[in-house]
């Protein structure tokens, strides 16, 4: 069989079948169940939002503590510790020339 004749075969079985016969005012009642279920109620609507407000709220409240914690130390004086901690004086290349230079 070609493919033609198959998709005629199929076609033609499709015809005999018999029609599906549903209750009056079926669609009608489908479209309204469908349309309940896609829209939100006032109450859902308003406890979405009151998640989202609450969660910026956390967030911002988060940002400002961790950003802005005062301990006392200034910035450039965290600076310096940290390139302290990091770049000791001794270590420079200059000093590890001089200490080579020396020996």
Avoid: C
């Avoid at 998709?7 to 669609?27: C, G, N, R, W």
């Avoid at 510790?81 to 270590?91: A, H, I, L, R, S």
Wanted: charged residues 25%; negative net charge; hydrophobic residues 35%.
């Amino acid at each position: 069989m070609n493919k033609n004749e198959e998709i005629e075969k199929t076609l033609a079985s499709l015809d005999a079948m018999d029609k599906v016969h549903v209750k009056p005012f079926f669609y009608t009642r489908l479209e309204a169940r469908l349309e309940r279920k896609t829209t939100l109620s006032s109450k859902e609507n308003n406890v979405g939002w009151a998640l989202l407000i609450g969660l910026v709220i956390l967030n911002v409240g988060i940002y400002f503590n961790v950003n802005y914690k005062d301990n006392g130390i200034s910035d450039i004086q965290q600076l310096t510790e940290m390139q302290e901690q990091y770049y000791p004086v001794t270590e420079s290349y200059y000093a590890l020339i001089e200490e080579y230079e020396t020996e």
